[in-house]
């Protein structure tokens, strides 16, 4: 009795591919959704000002957050690290400009404190990023 069963029964060793490939196409759908949200970088609230874009030259950016923390390119350092780091970093990278990102809430001295730094590790291209003004 047992054996009539199994000959009703046989086992199908096929892959339902179809179904594989659903999961696939969601996947996608989903990574596609999701990629451009992912994007890391620094939430700062630019100042904004009403000046015309420049060119981007692909430079050293140093960014200055609400708390004091710099971040040069995607590299977070304190300012002792900043100003033991810089001179080495501005011999390598510093040749296009530097382009300084601050916070709109960050003090006045502590981005002046950034510029001096700067200054004394010879960077004399610099550039301030700045969010558009909106027209009324």
Do not use: C, W
């Not at 630019?46 to 981007?56: G, I, R, Y």
């Not at 710099?70 to 400009?97: C, I, N």
């Amino acid at each position: 009795m047992s054996r009539r069963r199994r000959d009703r029964h046989e086992l199908n060793a096929e892959i339902n591919v179809v179904s594989l490939i659903d999961v696939m196409l969601l996947l996608l759908v989903i990574f596609m959704i999701t990629a451009p949200m992912m994007q890391g970088g620094v939430d700062l609230a630019l100042p904004k000002a009403d000046a015309k874009p420049l060119e981007s030259k692909g430079g050293m950016v140093i960014s200055i957050e609400r708390s004091g923390q710099l971040l040069v390119d995607d590299t977070r350092m304190s300012y002792a690290e900043f100003k033991a780091a810089l001179p080495s970093l501005a011999s390598k990278t510093a040749r296009e400009g530097v382009y300084v990102r601050a916070d709109t809430n960050v003090p006045f001295g502590e981005v002046l404190r950034v510029i001096a730094v700067m200054t004394n590790a010879g960077i004399r291209n610099v550039g301030f990023m700045a969010e558009p003004e909106k027209a009324p």
